[in-house]
Nanobody, 125 residues
Framework: QVQVVESGGGSVQAGGSLNLSCVVS????????MGWFRQVPGKQREGVAA???????EYEDSVKVRFTISKDNAKKALYLQMNNLKPEITVMYCC???????????????????WGQGALITVSS
């Protein structure tokens, strides 16, 4: 059984930084698409950053120069470094992994099969 577990998150003031980590277990192989998604209560889930199976990276436009996604295939871990965070209400950030046959997933949430429970982030002004 594949499990995705996030860690990190928390509260920070605007302009600050936070790091998220995600570890996948029970998944054979290491080269698969992974991504970070965010969801505000009452709104649709949206993609933040993703790494495809061959290492290509995609960012949502508003985070391109502030966030950095990275992946450690050996550890089956995904990371998101978030700098210069903007003020917002509590947001859930989720890590996701696609099935191994998916070569390109990008920021399309429907292409991901395995999801973590999420990590809450609050950025105060």
């Amino acid at each position: 059984q594949v499990q995705v577990v996030e860690s990190g998150g928390g509260s920070v003031q605007a302009g600050g930084s936070l790091n998220l980590s995600c570890v996948v277990s029970g998944y054979a192989g290491s080269r698969y698409c992974m991504g970070w998604f965010r969801q505000v209560p009452g709104k649709q889930r949206e993609g933040v950053a993703a790494i495809d199976h061959d290492g290509d990276i995609e960012y949502e436009d508003s985070v391109k120069v502030r966030f950095t996604i990275s992946k450690d295939n050996a550890k089956k871990a995904l990371y998101l470094q978030m700098n210069n965070l903007k003020p917002e209400i509590t947001v859930m950030y989720c890590c996701a992994a696609a099935a191994s046959f998916v070569l390109l997933a990008g920021l399309h949430s429907h292409k991901y099969r395995y999801w973590g429970q999420g990590a809450l982030i609050t950025v105060s002004s």
